[in-house]
């Protein structure tokens, strides 16, 4: 008889997906009862999922290593302005456009003061997706998708069950087609970001900063402008993730020295 961690260990994907999707929408289950009222715990279905797949599948080496990209801080400093900066950025230049489209003038005074935000962030950085999601997304799925898997097929791969694991959010009135699809692109930008940096942490402050700059940078309008600038937003994350593409190509989304591929192309 096959054993459990065996059957995990030739299947780590598929059970890390099928308990990531499991949890959360069973944990969803309170949270949707309480009109969303209620600590939503379930956003931590696929860092749970991660390191138990982990555990059974490799022991402590597999779980540590998670943990070690978890708090990998020392990378170029050129990443860490692509963590704040390129979620920052996209939402501001969205705004700025949405007018040209006869959208309204921003109403800049509807962000709240700094003083009012950080505690807020704070709070959604640990309970809205950041922490419980990326060391299953990032930590675990994506170094054994890209085991098999060219980085645009993994990471479009991962984008779509990234989003399919957001629908039960329909059921409290907070799942839209833009956000659907950004996820999607945002899964090809995130590779990029992990692969050259081997760090959840970056891909955390990445998630931070996209997240909040569309809760509050979004605030500067409402209805249907709103709208129009989340769709503007949805088309620079896709002219991001067609540039990445094109810049690195499909396969790792990282700039190897011609030596390397030479000697690669020789191999």
């Known amino acids: 008889m096959t054993s459990v961690p065996s059957l995990v260990r030739r299947h780590q994907l598929t059970a890390f997906f099928s308990l990531a999707l499991g949890l959360t929408w069973l944990a969803f289950i309170p949270f949707w009862l309480s009109n969303g009222d209620s600590i939503p715990w379930f956003t931590f279905g696929p860092m749970a999922a991660g390191f138990s797949v982990a555990a059974l599948s490799g022991g402590w080496g597999s779980v540590k290593a998670i943990l070690a990209s978890m708090v990998k801080w020392r990378v170029h400093p050129f990443w860490y302005l692509v963590a704040f900066g390129l979620p920052f950025g996209t939402q501001l ?38 922490l419980g999601e990326e060391p299953g997304w ?11 898997h060219s980085a645009l097929t993994g990471s479009l791969i991962l984008g779509v069950i990234w989003a399919i694991w957001h629908f039960p959010l329909g059921l409290v009135g907070d799942l839209s087609l833009y956000s659907t699809i950004n996820v999607v692109l945002a899964g090809i930008v995130f590779t990029w970001l992990y692969q050259n940096t081997g760090s959840v942490l970056l891909a955390f402050i990445m998630h931070v900063t996209h997240q909040n700059s569309v809760r509050f940078l979004g605030k500067v309008f409402t209805g249907g402008d709103y709208v129009q600038q989340q769709w503007i937003g949805v088309g620079i994350w896709a002219i ?28």
């Open 93 to 130: 230049i969205s705004i700025l456009i949405n007018p040209l489209f006869g959208a309204a003038a921003p109403a800049w005074s509807n962000i709240p003061a700094l003083s009012e935000m950080l505690p807020i962030i704070a709070l959604y950085a640990v309970f809205s997706g950041p």
């Open 138 to 148: 990032r930590g675990f799925a994506t170094p054994r998708l890209l085991a098999s």
């Open 240 to 267: 991001i993730a067609v540039a990445i593409v094109a810049y690195y190509g499909t396969e790792s989304f990282v700039r190897r020295p011609r030596t390397q591929l030479a000697v690669a192309g020789a191999v």
